[in-house]
């Protein structure tokens, strides 16, 4: 069962830990490194991540760590990361949810577990997206949706939202940043 001694701030450390820039969707208004492959990243395996994980909790006991990147869940291996790091630190995984979630569900406990979830149109209708979720909620998963505000997508934030919201899932709109006919945002 997990360990959770200090349950909250300031006493307890807080990482985020950017696991790799790899992603399997190609976003028009993303700026992560889209030409990364496997073969660029340094990938830790089950060992070294035990090492990792018993030292963090030596040196801080529980901590929460929040991934993110890319997408986390194409880095090889890492839902048995997450499975061993949940045994003392809770979890927070920023994800596009395109991976199998029946997976998520044998896998993973979705206590101390957050799933930050991104909702991409370019790659994902709502609908289908809204099922995984639902799926996820009904599995007593934590999670959220998170929606970048590029401006060909605006005028459709309506129609994305209240399906979400109906349901009783946040739906967090998070500003574009870069540039889109010749305007630069935010």
Wanted: charge should be positive; include cysteine; charged fraction near 20%.
């Amino acid at each position: 069962s997990p360990i959770y001694p200090r349950s909250g701030l300031p006493g307890r450390v807080f990482l985020v830990w950017d696991i790799s820039y790899r992603c399997n969707y190609n976003c028009s208004y993303c700026s992560t490194h889209k030409s990364l492959t496997i073969k660029d990243s340094t990938c830790i395996n089950i060992d070294e991540m035990r090492e990792i994980s018993n030292d963090m909790y030596k040196r801080y006991s529980s901590c929460h760590i929040r991934f993110s990147g890319g997408e986390p869940f194409i880095y090889p291996n890492f839902i048995e990361f997450l499975q061993m790091l949940s045994e003392y630190h809770t979890l927070e995984v920023s994800t596009n949810l395109s991976m199998d979630v029946n997976e998520l569900k044998e896998k993973l406990h979705p206590e101390g577990l957050l799933l930050s979830s991104s909702f991409h149109p370019e790659f994902v209708n709502i609908h289908e997206f809204l099922k995984k979720v639902l799926f996820l909620k009904n599995n007593r998963f934590n999670v959220s949706v998170t929606f970048v505000a590029y401006p060909p997508f605006l005028r459709q934030i309506g129609y994305f939202k209240e399906p979400l919201e109906k349901n009783g899932i946040q739906f967090i709109i998070q500003p574009f940043k870069g540039s889109f006919s010749e305007r630069k945002y935010p």
